[in-house]
């Protein structure tokens, strides 16, 4: 199991506004020390934004802060708003005769949720007080 792009682009984009939590950083800014288009990084930052995760701000002096204190921050609940559905399997898009019948999604659905439960117990605040994190963002922030 892969999570996509999106859900990648907005863990980056919250650890670089954590660590900068003193100033607004930008898309560009967020883009160039990541190597990401703007373009990708805009749709994510636009859904956190609506999830109120980011707090942003338009024009000349604008840009990202986070909207919500790092360890109000749960990384299951990142994974969930980006995903969309977290769902391993669909027994309905390709009709199983077996529906009602199996097991298999009950096992998976068991999985899915002890999986967010354990990404639960980690917050924003967590990931940015690990010491190589930190400066690994702290490095790409002075590069960029």
């Known amino acids: 199991m892969?999570?996509?792009?999106h859900t990648d682009y907005a863990f980056r984009v919250l650890m670089y506004a954590g660590v900068n939590p003193d100033r607004r950083v930008t898309l560009g800014e967020i883009a160039g020390a990541y190597g990401i288009?703007?373009?990708?990084?805009?749709?994510?930052?636009?859904?956190?934004a609506r999830e109120?995760?980011?707090?942003?701000?338009?024009?000349?002096?604008?840009?990202?802060?986070?909207?919500?204190?790092?360890?109000?921050?749960?990384?299951?609940?990142?994974?969930?708003?980006?995903?969309g559905t977290t769902h391993i399997i669909n027994c309905k898009r390709q009709p199983c005769p077996l529906i009602g019948r199996c097991e298999l999604k009950c096992v998976f659905d068991r999985g899915r949720k002890?999986?967010?439960?354990?990404?639960?117990?980690?917050t924003l605040a967590d990931l940015l007080d690990d010491a190589p994190t930190l400066k690994g963002i702290r490095v790409l922030a002075e590069s960029g």
Do not use: C
């Open 114 to 122: 002890a999986f967010l439960h354990e990404l639960n117990t980690a």
């Open 52 to 83: 109120g995760l980011l707090a942003t701000v338009k024009g000349r002096s604008g840009g990202i802060t986070l909207g919500r204190d790092p360890q109000d921050i749960r990384v299951g609940d990142v994974v969930e708003l980006m995903e």
């Open 37 to 48: 288009s703007k373009e990708h990084l805009r749709k994510v930052v636009h859904r956190l």
């Open 2 to 5: 892969e999570l996509t792009y």
